[in-house]
């Protein structure tokens, strides 16, 4: 067992490196990118295009949940062993992918075109252009579907090095067509939709050739296994309550924000979530590498090997995202002046508090994605999703109650809160986890970490002017310290003694910074 758990650090941190890596690339990629497009297009055409596109996205939450099902479904039944189920499981999920395209194909042909030519603001000579980019639209989400469970199957059997690979030619091949624009003379928006839909047809046959060549169960096999049609479906169902409610609570607070605010809070809004996406990308490359291995050793029956996986995902997940949020969060005013020049009014309060969302939230993975093995996600689901529903009312109750705008990403940070602590008595029956196991070996070993670390930035921050100086000092220290107490106190559930000696240290020499701290977030 310890040979194979030793493999298995060894591949989650391989995996780990070669997404990071992949990611690197493509943000680096997609940032110039971006900004050639909408030089090529102008303003005018790189908006019809986005939002265009984005009439399809709607329907997006659909193939959302099933994608989840089709991840859990095909990495249990590899985690079994058991090459018959896992080929049927394949070919079902294609069916239904096959289903799911279909819908989409339907609804684009009719509420998309609908909704393109009555209810959008686009200009009548751009209407035809306008078209093609939805038809292609909707064709490339057809495309992206069926890859859906050939991506499944390649994260399922953790080789990242494929999905990396075949991520990065994509975005080479969308690097190599900004600047066909540029050669071509014919209508640059309907030739960047064409060349897009030509590049999502190549990847997928990528996808598919991998897999055909690499995998025997993704050859497809004719069989109909209508008991797990059902269960499948009957998943991605309640999966889907559960991702309709965050894109409900999400775009619900956008639109409460506009009508209480104004726009202005709501770009503030905007910039705290591109921020906020850009950090949390980094922890879910590391959980998006170590997450098969939690559903495959629940499938072969390792109960306690899961958990020290869970616990494992939870604590380096969350040291992760506070090793990137820590100098964010302490100097998010001055990073977003010299991002922005202009910072709107309420980004930096915002852009804080969603952090705290984010860090509690880094915590609740693991949970999810146990819950997903067991496959009862009904309760949990409908509980969760609910609390998280929750969030909507009692925001409006607040800002009608004339409490700032930030109150509604309190209220989040709070719901957040307390869901991850219903998640954990919704799973101790299911999984055979121990609160009190979980207290020790996450809570414990984060709590000391925060309360540790926080001080010598603290100390430094208030101590010093607002300048370029203290930013890289603040910074510096920021990694030293957060570094330094995750390896002493972070990784080892034990020596309470180091921990005690060290924190008393600490304490003694800054009472006065904690004192400040209390209203750091929303006061500066």
């Known amino acids: 067992m310890s040979n194979q758990t030793s493999d298995n650090n060894k591949r989650i941190a391989k995996n780990t490196l070669l997404l990071y890596f992949r990611m690197l690339f493509m943000m680096a990629v997609s940032l110039f990118t971006s900004r050639v497009v909408l030089n090529t297009l102008g303003v005018e055409d790189y908006g019809i295009y986005n939002v265009v596109g984005g009439i399809v996205a709607m329907f997006g939450f659909i193939n959302g949940s099933m994608s989840s099902a089709t991840q859990r479904y095909i990495t249990f039944a590899l985690g079994k062993g058991d090459k018959n189920r896992l080929q049927t499981?394949?070919?079902t999920t294609l069916q239904?992918?096959?289903l799911i395209a279909g819908v989409i194909v339907l609804l684009g042909e009719t509420i998309g075109l609908w909704f393109l030519y009555n209810k959008m603001q686009i200009p009548a000579d751009r209407m035809d252009a306008a078209f093609w980019v939805l038809q292609c639209s909707i064709i490339a989400a057809v495309v992206m579907i069926i890859s859906v469970p050939y991506n499944a199957d390649i994260v399922a059997h953790e080789k990242m090095s494929?999905?990396?690979?075949?991520?990065?030619l994509e975005?080479?091949?969308k690097l190599a067509i900004v600047y066909m624009l540029l050669v071509f003379s014919f209508d640059k928006l309907v030739l960047y939709a064409f060349l897009l839909l030509a590049i999502q047809i190549l990847i997928r046959f990528c996808y598919s050739y991998y897999c055909n060549k690499h995998f025997e169960e993704t050859k497809y096999k004719h069989v109909w296994d209508k008991a797990l049609f059902k269960e499948m479906t009957g998943f991605a169902g309640w999966s889907m309550f559960g991702n309709l409610a965050a894109v409900l609570f999400g775009?619900?607070?956008?639109?409460?924000?506009n009508v209480f605010f104004g726009p202005v809070v709501n770009a503030a809004r905007g910039i705290a979530v591109q921020v906020q996406n850009a950090v949390q990308q980094f922890v879910g490359n590391f959980q998006m590498a170590l997450n098969p291995q939690i559903t495959k050793t629940y499938a072969q029956g390792e109960m306690q090997e899961m958990h020290k996986l869970m616990y494992r995902s939870a604590r380096f997940s969350f040291f992760l995202l506070f090793f990137l949020s820590l100098p964010v969060l302490f100097e998010t005013k001055f990073i977003l002046t010299v991002w922005l020049k202009i910072v709107p009014d309420n980004t930096v309060v915002f852009l804080r508090i969603m952090l705290c969302?984010?860090?509690?939230?880094?915590?609740?993975?693991p949970l999810v994605i146990a819950n997903q093995a067991t496959g009862k996600v009904r309760k949990y689901q409908a509980i969760c999703g609910t609390i998280l529903l929750m969030i909507l009312p009692i925001s409006y109750i607040s800002l009608r109650?004339?409490?700032?705008a930030y109150s509604v990403f309190i209220v989040h940070f709070l719901m957040e809160s307390l869901t991850q602590v219903v998640r954990m008595f919704l799973l101790r029956p299911l999984i055979g986890i121990r609160i009190r196991d979980y207290?020790?070996?996450?809570?414990?070993?984060?709590?000391?970490?925060?309360a540790v670390s926080v001080i010598l930035p603290a100390f430094v921050y208030f101590n010093m002017e607002d300048t370029v100086i203290r930013f890289f000092i603040v910074g510096i220290v920021c990694v030293l310290s957060v570094s330094l107490t995750a390896y002493t106190l972070g990784l080892s559930s034990a020596n309470s003694t180091s921990k005690c000696k060290i924190t008393k240290c600490f304490c003694k020499s800054t009472p006065l910074v904690l004192r400040n701290s209390i209203f750091f977030l929303v006061s500066h």
């Not at 775009?251 to 924000?257: H, I, K, S, V, W």
């Open 171 to 173: 975005v080479v091949l």
């Open 357 to 365: 969302t984010s860090l509690i939230y880094t915590l609740s993975n």
């Open 89 to 91: 499981v394949f070919s």
């Open 251 to 257: 775009q619900g607070l956008n639109m409460l924000l």
């Open 401 to 404: 109650l004339g409490l700032p």
């Open 162 to 168: 494929a999905f990396a690979y075949i991520s990065i």
């Open 96 to 98: 239904i992918h096959t």
């Open 439 to 450: 207290l020790r070996y996450i809570y414990s070993p984060v709590l000391w970490v925060i």
